[in-house]
């Protein structure tokens, strides 16, 4: 049907070939603290983020911020809340009423408070949007400046499915009124440790 | 009804005009503060302008290394030529799947191609996830604004219309309220979904992925709950290799709302286990704007609605004016190439200022596209006989300083001395709702020989 149409038509009206710009990622460089760069665009992006002294302290601090979740999905060996667990015979809709998702980031981006994660991280895709609040702890030292760097570091990853996550769902589709809280999760919440 | 008429009736409400155009006006600025924000921003619009004019230079190629490598990972790929193979095809995988409830996120192409009509009248439940789609939705109204759907409608319409469709309590357009009652109708609509269509955001060659981007987390919500995730994309929407996402994540957001990135840019790369991912390939008129050479790069578009927010006229005559899929500058050059007498009127809905081309990411020269639309129009399709007749007087006075000098004194009398039914007449359209300058003795040119003399 439509294929080779489509692909004749572009070879009969294409233009000579241009050649593709390389990236010189050093014209974007920027001589700025990282982890104080992304700590700022986090709140900015409508998420939280707390650093905390010791790993030891993660339960702590969710418990004080989370206290009435008690369906929590924790996908991470530093924390050991969890009280629903997941396997590979969990169907996405199982987890409508996850109050809360605990995830490990791979890392930060500084100049946009994104995180990346991946499907290896929280293993249902639907976990991070589905979950009622979504947490996510991340290495002081895994921040990155930006987009460009991200991407390097993901180069030589298992592509299956995976997404940077930048502060919690939110729109503005009504007279452009922030709101925070659309589809997916109602908070996120950063961790440093 | 051309633009101006369209134009007129949105103009008919001052306070929603006024509102809309500050509205607009705010996010731009938002686009300013994000942009100067970035070392090297320049750089990143050149480099976004050479990706892409390299991607329509290589298309065909880059086509071929996409389906090769999707269909690698597991995805089926369709292509469609026009829009109602498009929609043949979304019909027969929804029929094979037995399907009977669908789910879609923000996709201008299926705007494009009327699917929620089509669909619904084959009998499928068709619901819009993203806030401002499903808004425009339920009003049976179309997007007035790519990136925010429902920017036209106030408030209060909101509470109205939800309290029909949703049983909503009266809020006086209670924002928080209204959004949170959306988002539990359509939990259960995704829950419930047999099949997810999304637009595509970027598709890269190299790896045969795709990404798409929202702040809702209405396309993951549906791609992940249905078990068939259909994917629509215009063949414009390829990129060669992945880390030129760095390029355009980088702009995107930045200049569609200000925002430094989407909440979500996911990226899509294999079906899970026991789920289907389709994606379909549309040319839909694409390959015909390819061969223009003058209009070739408004196909760099990446769709964040920056030139829509800058334009003195959108914002003053709102998206439906426009009655086209995309509004604004982009669309005043994107539509004419698709039906040249329907959008005739378009290219004139500009006061060639400029600043589209100037706010545009990928570095579309809008504003000289909308001059080249303008000659052929005036060549191809019938102008209004007062128009017409209008332009060949002032390009007489033009050529003539002795007429022009004639013309200006006269038109300074009139204005002076004529009675103001005569001034304001119907054939004045720059008398039209507002006063003229009053009128001071002399002109330029008297004025200028003067202090030259001294």
Not at chain 1, 54 to 73: C, H, L, Q, R, W
Not at chain 2, 15 to 26: C, G
Not at chain 2, 100 to 108: A, D, F
Not at chain 2, 329 to 355: E, N, R, V
Request: charged letters at 25%; proline letters at 4%; aromatic letters at 8%.
């Amino acid at each position: 049907m439509g294929r080779e149409e489509i692909l004749n038509s572009v070879r009969k009206n294409k233009p000579e070939l241009l050649p593709l710009p390389e990236i010189n990622a050093d014209l974007f460089n920027e001589d700025i603290d990282l982890l104080s760069g992304f700590k700022e665009k986090v709140p900015l992006v409508g998420g939280t983020i707390k650093q905390l002294t010791s790993p030891k302290d993660i339960d702590n601090e969710i418990t004080m911020m989370y206290p009435n979740a008690t369906n929590i999905v924790n996908r991470t060996q530093v924390s050991s809340l969890g009280t629903v667990s997941i396997s590979d015979k969990t169907q996405p809709k199982d987890l409508e009423d996850v109050d809360l998702a605990i995830l490990r980031g791979t890392f930060g981006v500084a100049e946009n408070g994104a995180i990346w994660i991946s499907e290896e991280q929280f293993y249902i895709r639907a976990l991070p949007f589905i979950t009622n609040d979504l947490l996510i702890i991340l290495d002081k030292k895994d921040i990155c400046q930006n987009l460009h760097e991200a991407y390097e570091l993901i180069s030589k990853r298992k592509r299956t499915f995976g997404l940077f996550i930048s502060g919690p769902s939110k729109t503005a589709d009504i007279e452009q009124c922030l709101v925070i809280g659309a589809q997916g999760a109602l908070s996120l919440t950063v961790l440093l440790i | 009804m051309n633009h101006a008429q369209k134009a007129e009736i949105f103009n008919k409400n001052e306070a929603k005009v006024n509102w809309h155009d500050k509205a607009l006006w705010y996010v731009r600025e938002k686009r300013d503060n994000a942009a100067h924000g970035v070392k090297g921003w320049e750089q990143l619009r050149d480099l976004a302008s050479g990706v892409k004019a390299h991607v329509l230079s290589n298309l065909d190629e880059l086509l071929i290394e996409f389906e090769t490598n999707a269909q690698k990972n597991g995805i089926t790929v369709h292509w469609a030529s026009n829009a109602e193979e498009h929609n043949k095809i979304i019909n027969k995988i929804l029929t094979e799947k037995n399907a009977k409830k669908v789910v879609k996120s923000k996709s201008m192409l299926t705007e494009e191609c009327h699917l929620n009509p089509y669909l619904e009248s084959k009998g499928f439940e068709v619901v819009d996830t993203d806030l401002g789609e499903y808004i425009v939705q339920i009003a049976k109204e179309t997007p007035s604004h790519i990136v925010l759907p429902a920017i036209h409608k106030t408030k209060e319409e909101v509470d109205t219309l939800f309290q029909e469709h949703l049983g909503t309590k009266p809020s006086d357009g209670n924002p928080e309220y209204l959004t949170n009652e959306a988002r539990k109708h359509l939990r259960t609509k995704f829950l419930t979904a047999d099949v997810a269509i999304t637009g595509v955001n970027f598709a890269i060659a190299e790896t045969g992925g795709f990404v798409v981007c929202t702040n809702e987390g209405n396309a993951d919500m549906g791609a992940h709950l249905a078990k068939t995730h259909i994917a629509c994309m215009g063949i414009e929407k390829l990129i060669p290799k992945e880390a030129h996402l760095g390029i355009f994540l980088r702009l995107l957001a930045r200049s569609a709302t200000g925002q430094p990135i989407t909440t979500y840019s996911s990226h899509f790369n294999k079906p899970t286990e026991g789920s289907e991912m389709h994606i379909v390939i549309v040319d839909n008129g694409r390959t015909e704007q390819l061969s223009r050479e003058d209009f070739r790069s408004s196909l760099h578009c990446i769709r964040c609605g920056a030139c829509m927010n800058t334009c003195p006229i959108y914002r003053r005559s709102g998206g439906h004016s426009y009655d086209a899929t995309i509004p604004g500058p982009i669309g005043s050059i994107l539509s004419p190439g698709k039906d040249l007498t329907k959008h005739s009127s378009l290219p004139f809905a500009s006061t060639l200022c400029g600043s589209c081309s100037n706010v545009c990411p990928v570095k579309i020269n809008i504003h000289e596209q909308l001059y080249k639309w303008r000659q052929i129009i005036t060549k191809d399709v019938e102008q209004p006989v007062v128009k017409k007749t209008i332009l060949k007087m002032t390009g007489k006075v033009f050529s003539k300083p002795k007429f022009y000098g004639l013309a200006g004194r006269s038109v300074r009398f009139m204005l002076k001395y004529a009675p103001r039914f005569l001034v304001y007449s119907k054939l004045n359209a720059w008398g039209k709702a507002r006063e003229l300058p009053q009128i001071k003795n002399g002109n330029f040119d008297q004025w200028y020989k003067e202090k030259r003399s001294k």
